[in-house]
């Protein structure tokens, strides 16, 4: 057997059946249901709102990496496919939380919701906010 | 050799293609293409968490007290959860679909195919449905930072939805005219590929704008 026979064999063999398929999608419905209950949990005080959005990510990120493995076949792939689309992910991934912090963290109340201040205020002073634009 | 070709004729797609990769290039190029699409919704999720929260009038995405005063969030929860349903299931049926084409089933191929596109049309009527309350309710993309982002935002990935239903329908025609069968299994699991993308997106989205306040 030559070496690409191998890896046509390979290619053939190596993705699942339907059934798998089947069950990654009643995993990927149950997940869902997951992340619904941990946002009625928050709504009810069951728990932090802090638990629960540290609950529905971790879910979330399952459900992520679970269709990007089976359904997308990158983990029965090429692995050049999954550095082309693991690099722009984690880039994408870091400007959302580069932007988290910048915005929420690092300037604190300043960015928290005023009924009378813009966070241009709040930083800078009164008055120093833009004018309002044509509705 | 002979063996070769034999396998080769009957697989999916030839796993070893005369590139200097030896991957299929357009394989190659809709990555890359996935990859770029990546970078643009990163963009907007992180614009939208920017901006979360600091809307100075309401209407607001979740329910709260600001000085006493009590505001009804917006956000339609229970309509969501189900148009995500919808949009994850539709994925099983784009799985489905390419396993029908890789078979040479083409009738179970372009049924699946049909599946998709229809499972992809609930989830617009749904976000049709909801921009149209939002808009009876006083959110337009001009009313505040949460309307601007959430429009701009969900407007984008329904846009993407929108493309991937009309490849699907095309794909299912080309199916059911009998012009996609076995050998042409690559343009089906591209549009594959496209789906579980914007499938993915949504997985990102639904939490961070709905389910987290």
Not at chain 1, 1 to 8: G, K
Request: glycine share 10%.
């Amino acid at each position: 057997m030559t070496s690409e026979t191998r890896e046509i064999v390979h290619d053939q063999h190596s993705h699942p059946g339907w059934k798998f398929y089947a069950v990654i999608g009643v995993i990927l419905l149950v997940f869902t249901a997951l992340e619904i209950v941990g946002y009625i949990g928050e709504t009810r005080h069951w728990y932090s709102s802090g638990a629960a959005a540290a609950i529905i990510l971790v879910l979330s990120a399952v459900k992520f990496f679970s269709v990007v493995a089976y359904y997308m076949h990158l983990k029965f792939d090429n692995k050049l496919f999954t550095g082309i689309f693991v690099f722009p992910a984690m880039l994408g991934m870091l400007v959302i939380g580069g932007m988290i912090m910048l915005f929420h963290v690092l300037h604190g109340e300043a960015t928290a919701i005023h009924p009378t201040l813009t966070s241009n205020e709040a930083i800078h002073g009164a008055g120093t906010s833009p004018s309002p634009g044509p509705r | 050799m002979d063996s070769t070709h034999a396998l080769a004729g009957h697989a999916a797609h030839p796993a070893h293609i005369d590139t200097s990769t030896g991957l299929d290039s357009r394989k190659m190029a809709f990555w890359t293409f996935i990859g770029s699409e990546c970078l643009l919704f990163g963009s907007l999720i992180a614009t939208y968490m920017a901006y979360k929260g600091r809307s100075l009038k309401p209407p607001y995405p979740h329910e709260v007290t600001i000085n006493g005063q009590h505001f009804e969030g917006v956000l339609n929860i229970p309509l969501t959860s189900f148009s995500t349903f919808i949009l994850l299931m539709s994925s099983v049926a784009m799985v489905f679909a390419l396993y029908n084409v890789q078979r040479g089933d083409r009738k179970w191929g372009a049924f699946w195919l049909f599946a998709t596109a229809f499972g992809g049309s609930i989830f617009l009527g749904c976000q049709v449905y909801e921009f149209t309350n939002f808009y009876h309710e006083g959110l337009t993309i001009r009313s505040n930072l949460f309307g601007s982002t959430f429009f701009v935002l969900t407007g984008f990935h329904g846009a993407h939805v929108t493309v991937g239903v009309i490849y699907l329908i095309t794909l299912g025609v080309m199916a059911l005219k009998g012009r996609i069968g076995p050998e042409r299994t690559l343009n089906v699991e591209i549009a594959g590929l496209y789906w579980h993308f914007v499938d993915v997106i949504w997985i990102v989205i639904f939490p961070l704008v709905y389910l987290i306040r």
